[in-house]
């Protein structure tokens, strides 16, 4: 039961985490004007071409990708966790390298290294969950509060920079 508790936990995190990632790219694509009258956060941004496409760009490039993996996320059936935890696990790590996908395919330095920070983080949330899971190391779940904030820290990060 406690297995089970813990994937919903998890699962739960992820898709607020990507949700967070994708509805602030999502925003951003439809607000130019925000973004470029935006304080003195946007001068590191004026300088983003000679590492590749602007934030902007960058953002819109990587949104598709991050709302693939939240809709990836969701078509997991958590319910199976206890009888194909393994299964369960190797699911959530296709959304793990979509999201590693993303960052790498990122020309930006700033948006890759906050798309890079999402998929660390979701890293440590794939190893914790096979952990509880395969491992059925009940110990690992007391990581949980902590790899679920990271998580959503950031997506945070990741979606302010967007916006």
């Excluded at 439809?30 to 946007?42: K, T």
């Excluded at 966790?81 to 190797?90: E, F, I, K, L, N």
């Excluded at 979701?122 to 509060?145: C, H, P, T, W, Y």
């Amino acid at each position: 039961m406690k297995k089970t508790i813990a994937a919903w936990t998890i699962a739960v995190a992820t898709v607020f985490g990507l949700a967070a990632c994708s509805s602030a790219d999502s925003a951003d694509t439809g607000s130019e004007s925000a973004a470029s009258s935006a304080p003195s956060a946007s001068a590191p941004v004026e300088e983003a071409p000679a590492s590749g496409a602007s934030v902007e760009d960058a953002c819109a490039a990587v949104q598709a990708q991050i709302e693939d993996a939240s809709t990836a996320v969701t078509e997991i059936d958590m319910s199976q966790a206890s009888s194909d935890p393994q299964g369960t696990v190797d699911a959530f790590s296709e959304t793990v390298d979509a999201i590693g996908a993303a960052a790498e395919s990122v020309d930006n330095a700033e948006v890759k290294a906050a798309v890079t920070a999402v998929y660390d983080d979701f890293v440590e949330m794939r190893d914790l969950l096979s952990k509880v899971l395969v491992d059925q190391d009940m110990e690992a779940a007391g990581d949980m509060a902590t790899v679920v904030t990271d998580v959503q820290t950031s997506a945070q990060d990741l979606a302010t920079l967007c916006s």
